[in-house]
Each structure stands twice: as C-alpha cells, then as structure tokens.
C-alpha cells in the first residue's frame, strides 16, 4: 500500500538554546516511502553518522507493517553557510597540529583550506552528537503519519473494491436466469441430432434403446454444461470477500485466496458456457477479478 511521511528534529529536547544547537549540530530527516508489494520488504539508506539506528528502525517498522516495499532515508541536514558556526581555539589547535604530523611524514601533502578547516572543524563539533531520543521520536512520529497515509489509501481501495463486487455479482444475476433455459435448449438440440442420427443409421439399433440412450447422453451433457453450482459458489465468495472488507483489519492473504477462487469460478463459467452471452459474462467477470487481483495484493 502506498504511503508517505517525513519529518526533522533537533537533538535532544526543545530548549531556549535549541536553534544554535541545531545551527552547530544540523536536523536530523527521516523519510519513510511505502508502495505496494505482496510482500514487506525494507530498505535502509542512512548516512555513516545513523548506521548504528536501523535495528530499531526495522523492529519497529515490522511490528506495524505487514505489507508493502517500504524505502526508511535518514540524513543529518547541517547548517547553512549562514549560519556556519567559527571553530573554537582549541579545534584549530588539534587540526595544525594534526596537519604538521601528517607533513612530517608526506612533505608534498597540501596545506589545509580554509575550506577544509571549516568543514572538517564542523564534523568535530558535532560527529559526537547523539541522535538516539531524536531519532526515536521521529521515528515514531513519521510512522504514525504513514499509517494514517496508508489508512486513507486502504479506504480508497475498499471502495473500489466494493464497487467490483457490485459488478461481479450483477453480472451473476444475469448469467443465473440463462442456466435452466441453455441446459433445456441444448438437451432438445442433442436429442434433435440423435434422431437425426438414427434415421440415417436406418434402424439398426432396436427405438426403445436407441431413446434411453439418448436421454442418457443428453442428461449426461446437460450437466456439463451446468453452471449453477459455478454462479452459487461464485456468490458465497463474493459475500464473504465484501464482509471481510467491511470488517477490516489484517485481511490482506485471506483476500488473496479468495480472489483466486473466484477467477477459479469465473473461469469455469468460461469453459463450460454454451453460449455467447454466457461467455461474455465470462470475461467481463475475468477482467474484474484481475483488477482486484492487482489491488489486494497491496492490502495488509
């Protein structure tokens, strides 16, 4: 089911001072991208800094999706350069002295830019920070929003759904009044044929047996061609399937199964139709259950 949230949080708790924490440390963003597969399957993309996270990102994610590819991106987004902050005394102190060691051993190394002492004065101030009750809330936080998202696109799906089965079960309601006369209609023509048979055969097999057996065959071929029981079985699933949609909750497999019997039945209809209208009843059913094969995969 498809589904989308994203947050940003400062470390720690909201403090007077928690706009120049977050100009020094940066924000930490989490995005959690969701779209549907029969399946869960999680990916993680997090930076370096967030790798330590996603044991308890996928505990968490697991215990409230049963379905769905669902794609987790956490990054901290550090400051502007506007809002760059200056490196303090002692961090130049450490970078010079770190900078003569590396010289004293490569004399054609480069000298360090102000460039490069700004960036890497800024990932010692805050590469120590600890993103942990951050990233807990926001996690918790983007999670509730994707469920709700995931929420209102289930909603949509039972509607489109509902309105299939109000197609299926009209189009059974056109195919259950075809059933007696097809089966009388196909019977008069069989035994039609059998006696045009027998006059050409010009009697050699004794009338009275002749007419059981065709009525044995006739009765025989008329049952093949009955779809009651089909069309009967076809309405129970589509009941049971509309009741579940109802009643919600984690109904997603049962659906699987149920929308493979009725294309099971839909499609024995099919094969045992004796006529054209009855076979266009057929695929029209066929293409519906498909639709709805497609969608209930997405369903938890």
């Not at 399937?241 to 009643?247: S, T, V």
């Amino acid at each position: 089911m498809t589904g989308y949230a994203s947050a940003q949080q400062s470390p720690g708790p909201a403090t007077a001072g928690s706009e120049a924490k977050a100009a020094a440390t940066g924000r930490l963003g989490l995005e959690i991208r969701s779209v549907n597969s029969r399946f869960l399957d999680l990916s993680f993309r997090l930076s370096e800094d967030l790798r330590q996270h996603e044991p308890a990102l996928r505990e968490l994610l697991t215990a409230k999706l049963k379905r769905g590819k669902v794609e987790v991106r956490a990054a901290v987004e550090t400051a502007g350069a506007d809002t760059l902050r200056e490196p303090n005394p002692r961090t130049l102190q450490r970078l010079n002295a770190l900078q003569d060691t590396v010289r004293s051993w490569l004399p054609d190394a480069g000298a360090l830019s102000v460039a490069d002492v700004l960036r890497l004065g800024a990932s010692e101030q805050g590469g120590d920070t600890d993103w942990s009750e951050a990233m807990n809330t926001l996690a918790g936080k983007t999670l509730k929003e994707l469920l709700a998202a995931r929420e209102r696109e289930g909603a949509r799906l039972a509607t489109m759904l509902l309105g299939h089965l109000q197609q299926l079960r009209e189009l059974a309601q056109q195919a259950v009044p075809m059933v007696p006369q097809l089966v009388e209609q196909q019977r008069t023509r069989f035994l039609e044929r059998w006696k045009e048979a027998m006059a050409l055969a010009e009697g050699s097999t004794p009338p009275e047996a002749a007419q059981d057996r065709a009525m044995t065959e006739a009765t025989s071929f008329a049952i093949r061609i009955d779809v009651a029981e089909e069309l009967t079985r076809l309405a129970s699933h589509i009941e049971e399937i509309e009741r579940l949609i109802r009643k919600g909750g984690e109904i997603g497999k049962r659906l699987d199964f149920l929308i493979q019997e009725l294309h099971r039945e839909a499609n024995t209809l099919g094969s045992k139709s004796a006529a054209l209208e009855l076979t266009r009843i057929s695929v029209d059913m066929k293409v519906l259950v498909e639709q709805m094969r497609e969608q209930v995969q997405n369903i938890e």
